[in-house]
């Protein structure tokens, strides 16, 4: 047996036509729509947020977040914020280096999160006679990390278990 192919049409049907058409129409207005919507929703997202840039030598105030300090350091009764200080360099768009006192004991690393540009009533010539004004409470740091007690020799150690593990405890003379 010959299969033979059907001759299409000369022309599509006029109903296929349109459809394809109406379709066409269909997906163009759900494509507007949608960048309408998208557009509206980051204006109304964007309200909030500021384009904030600093350069070196701004004055600006850092907020001290408990994560950059030791563990146990740092209390809910310290300051949230501290400063002013001065900017010393850019690092990207979002990063700042902070001349910080080396009392902080922390990286002067922040990011434009952390920063807020410091506006003060007066001209602001000198940065150490307004920390000097503005006493700041800071968490006790540790500088030294050797024992405060010399250990002589270990006489005995144990391992104990626990549920999460164990730990060894020492016999020191």
Not at 98 to 103: C, M
């Amino acid at each position: 047996m010959d299969l033979k192919p059907i001759p299409l049409p000369p022309r599509p049907s006029e109903a296929g036509l349109d459809f394809s058409e109406y379709i066409r129409d269909v997906h163009a207005e759900v494509k507007r729509r949608l960048s309408l919507n998208t557009e509206a929703y980051a204006a109304s997202a964007n309200v909030r947020r500021k384009d904030r840039q600093f350069h070196s030598g701004d004055m600006v105030l850092v907020r001290l977040k408990p994560e950059r300090f030791p563990s146990g350091s740092f209390s809910k009764l310290h300051a949230r914020r501290a400063g002013p200080f001065r900017i010393l360099k850019k690092l990207g768009n979002n990063a700042y280096v902070i001349d910080l006192p080396s009392e902080f004991g922390i990286s002067p690393v922040f990011n434009i999160e952390d920063i807020t540009a410091f506006k003060s009533d007066e001209d602001v010539s000198s940065q150490t006679s307004i920390t000097e004004e503005m006493p700041v409470c800071l968490p006790k740091v540790s500088t030294t990390t050797t024992p405060q007690e010399d250990i002589a020799s270990i006489m005995d150690h144990q391992f104990v278990s626990t549920r999460r593990g164990g730990y060894y405890k020492f016999l020191v003379h």
